[in-house]
């Protein structure tokens, strides 16, 4: 089974502390996604990265960097955080082209509260 | 820019009843995704459909896709408490990057 794996389910943080999400996959996929997900906006990209030291902006990056110096580890920074970054994180992975059947899998989520 | 929308946003209904959760998006795409999330959990993958025309089912949950349309549906048949959960359509636009619609957040009553 396809395994990704969100090493911190719940975290409070105050505002200005620089945080860090840290996801592993074990299925040597190519891609990587972080998404937020609040309650009647559904999920949201942040970033990805479709290979190690790649990334891409996705709809809402603002506030948030990414690091990918190993295939199987996406990490989410936020530098600065801010109450309004206060949501679920979700990070995901698949391989390359979705064209075949494949579908991205997802991690159980990360909780972030900031205060 | 690709938008992606659910409705309804909320069903409540009995088990044993019939209904439909629509999806429909906003840009050329024949690739659509269907999950499912239960209450502080993360997304399970249930549909992935590729083509005009693809119907796929499993158990009491069927998806279509009508890419002319630009619409799909995910059919529930004979509800039961254990279908309820909040489902998401997932569009991919370009690249694998998936545009997701709100969710709709399904109660099956006894």
């Known amino acids: 089974d396809v395994k990704v794996t969100q090493s911190s389910r719940y975290l409070v943080k105050r505002t200005g502390e620089k945080v860090f999400l840290e996801c592993v996959q074990d299925m040597d996929h190519e891609n990587m996604f972080w998404y937020r997900q609040d309650p009647g906006l559904g999920l949201r990209l942040i970033y990805f990265s479709y290979d190690v030291k790649m990334k891409e902006k996705g709809d809402i990056p603002e506030g948030y960097s990414v690091s990918r110096e190993k295939k199987e580890r996406f990490s989410l920074i936020l530098e600065s955080a801010s109450t309004n970054q206060t949501s679920m994180y979700l990070c995901?992975?698949?391989?390359w082209g979705l064209g075949s059947g494949n579908t991205i899998y997802f991690g159980e989520g990360s909780w972030l509260t900031v205060v | 820019e690709l938008k992606v929308e659910q409705n309804p946003l909320f069903l409540s209904m009995q088990e044993g009843k019939n209904y439909t959760i629509y999806c429909n998006y906003s840009t050329t795409s024949d690739r659509l995704y269907w999950y499912r999330q239960d209450p502080g959990k993360s997304l399970e993958s249930l549909f992935v459909?590729?083509?005009?025309?693809a119907v796929k089912q499993e158990g009491r949950l069927m998806a279509s896709l009508d890419t002319k349309a630009r619409l799909s549906t995910l059919h529930i048949t004979a509800a039961v408490h254990d279908l309820s959960a909040t489902y998401f359509c997932a569009v991919d636009g370009s690249g694998s990057r998936l545009t997701f619609g709100e969710g709709t957040q399904l109660t099956v009553n006894p």
């Open positions: 995901a992975s698949s391989f």
């Open positions: 459909l590729l083509s005009n025309g």
